[in-house]
């Protein structure tokens, strides 16, 4: 490979990994990120996330010295920036894509290239995030060629190759899975393919940029209108009352059908989030995709409006009680079972919502992580059995495999996740 020493941009849930994979390949990586723990965590050979495997794939490689991670850029081959999209701070009914991070990331490398490099980007962006970053590399280094102006025969090659793995299993995933390579030339594409080709054992497509941005958003978006449809269908039958989980359960007998479960709301960094950078670009033509997102979105006032009704029907049924004495139990604040990621979490916005206007005890299960400090004074983290024991309503959030294998029974429980 022509790659000696790969950077990577951003040691977040999906750069750490990144990086620790090609350095599992004896390949010299840098990895660079502004939060300080993160940085001396990593280079004590240790792990700020929560992802199986890979504490052990991270401690080798920094033992082995093929893994180092710093605040600020340095030379390298190839710079591969994973840093977040959020959105920007403002009222409007649809999100605005927030690009600052890239432009920083962008502006953070550029004195750094040289000729040959290759700049990747990984961060789920919307369509024209990769050309954008390339005009900002451009504007930074007048002195060297981009593939926007000189094609083929750029200084600088540039590429945009989401990710798409699960949290839980990105080790595996990231080997595994195909990847979705979008140069903004031929060339750039198939440097891209090499560079990867170093650790993915799945097969690289490769198309360009502004298709590969849109793969990424297309498969959660897909996501997230059949989660919509899950999470209508349980409303409906709640007001019919009707089981939703053995209708789904029959529905899904028919060969053709593969209705996915409900829960309280959707979460994390790419379902929450990619249908919007769609929905930005296209107001008037993503009609369903909007309505996805909107249905979604209501899911967690919904349940906040379920345990409204079941304090009522406690305090009714206890009238020597009033609502300060009601402690509720909320299992889970990650947005997906078995991992400590609070981004977008519908768990965590139901809890503080609760927090908010209960005036008793509210309890956190969250078994994947140790302090809640920041999120809520009003919210105490709390053992699983010590919930059971105390709590007065149980509100499942999380299908975490801690509850998935308990049989607790409780008079008043509100089940999200149908487990209980």
């Known amino acids: 490979m022509s790659f000696n020493t790969i950077s990577v941009i951003g040691l977040g849930y999906i750069g750490l990994p990144t990086a620790a994979m090609f350095a599992s390949r004896k390949k010299k990586v840098i990895g660079v990120d502004v939060n300080q723990h993160a940085v001396d965590t990593i280079n004590r050979g240790e792990i700020h996330i929560v992802e199986p495997e890979l504490d052990m794939i991270v401690h080798a490689a920094v033992k082995e010295g093929y893994l180092k991670a710093t605040?600020?850029?340095?030379?390298?081959?190839?710079?591969?920036?994973?840093?977040?999209?959020?959105?920007?701070?403002?009222?409007?009914?649809?999100?605005?894509?927030?690009?600052?991070?890239?432009?920083?990331?962008?502006?953070?490398?550029?004195?750094?290239?040289?000729?040959?490099?290759?700049?990747?980007?990984?961060?789920?962006?919307?369509?024209?995030?990769?050309?954008?970053?390339?005009?900002?590399?451009?504007?930074?280094?007048?002195?060297?060629?981009?593939?926007?102006?000189?094609?083929?025969?750029?200084?600088?090659?540039?590429?945009?190759?989401?990710?798409?793995?699960?949290?839980?299993?990105?080790?595996?995933?990231?080997?595994?899975?195909?990847?979705?390579?979008?140069?903004?030339?031929?060339?750039?594409?198939?440097?891209?393919?090499?560079?990867?080709?170093?650790?993915?054992?799945?097969?690289?497509v490769i198309t360009n940029a502004r298709t590969a941005e849109m793969a990424k958003l297309t498969e959660n978006s897909c996501r997230d209108v059949q989660i919509a449809f899950a999470n209508e269908l349980s409303i409906i039958c709640d007001k019919l009352d009707i089981d939703v989980w053995e209708l789904i359960s029959l529905a899904n007998r028919h060969p053709r059908i593969n209705i996915l479960?409900?829960?309280?709301?959707?979460?994390?960094?790419?379902?929450?989030?990619?249908?919007?950078?769609?929905?930005?670009?296209?107001?008037?033509?993503?009609?369903?995709?909007?309505?996805?997102?909107?249905?979604?979105?209501?899911?967690?006032?919904?349940?906040?409006?379920?345990?409204?009704?079941?304090?009522?029907?406690?305090?009714?049924?206890?009238?020597?009680?009033?609502?300060?004495?009601?402690?509720?139990?909320?299992?889970?604040?990650?947005?997906?079972?078995?991992?400590?990621?609070?981004?977008?979490?519908?768990?965590?916005?139901?809890?503080?919502?609760?927090?908010?206007?209960?005036?008793?005890?509210i309890l956190a299960v969250e078994p994947n992580i140790n302090s809640i400090e920041g999120i809520s004074a009003n919210i105490e983290l709390a053992s699983f059995e010590a919930a059971k024991a105390h709590a007065n309503i149980h509100l499942v959030l999380v299908e975490h495999k801690e509850f998935k294998a308990s049989k607790f029974h409780a008079q008043y429980i509100i089940d999200t996740k149908g487990i209980w």
């Open 71 to 204: 605040l600020t850029p340095e030379q390298a081959d190839v710079f591969l920036i994973a840093v977040p999209t959020p959105f920007k701070n403002n009222d409007s009914t649809i999100p605005e894509p927030d690009l600052s991070y890239i432009q920083k990331a962008s502006e953070a490398i550029a004195p750094l290239l040289k000729k040959g490099d290759l700049v990747i980007l990984e961060s789920t962006s919307p369509v024209g995030a990769t050309e954008q970053m390339a005009d900002w590399l451009a504007a930074a280094r007048p002195d060297l060629s981009f593939p926007q102006n000189a094609g083929e025969n750029a200084d600088v090659n540039i590429a945009y190759c989401p990710e798409r793995v699960l949290p839980g299993h990105v080790v595996r995933e990231l080997v595994e899975n195909d990847r979705v390579i979008g140069g903004i030339t031929a060339k750039c594409s198939v440097r891209a393919v090499e560079l990867y080709k170093a650790f993915v054992k799945g097969e690289c």
């Open 261 to 361: 479960q409900p829960g309280p709301g959707v979460g994390g960094h790419c379902i929450a989030v990619d249908p919007w950078f769609i929905v930005s670009t296209a107001p008037e033509e993503a009609k369903l995709i909007h309505t996805a997102r909107k249905i979604n979105d209501a899911k967690p006032e919904w349940v906040i409006d379920k345990v409204k009704i079941v304090i009522a029907e406690f305090l009714q049924a206890n009238p020597d009680k009033t609502a300060k004495d009601i402690t509720i139990a909320c299992y889970g604040l990650a947005f997906k079972p078995d991992i400590d990621d609070l981004r977008e979490s519908p768990a965590l916005n139901i809890t503080r919502r609760l927090a908010e206007f209960h005036t008793g005890a």
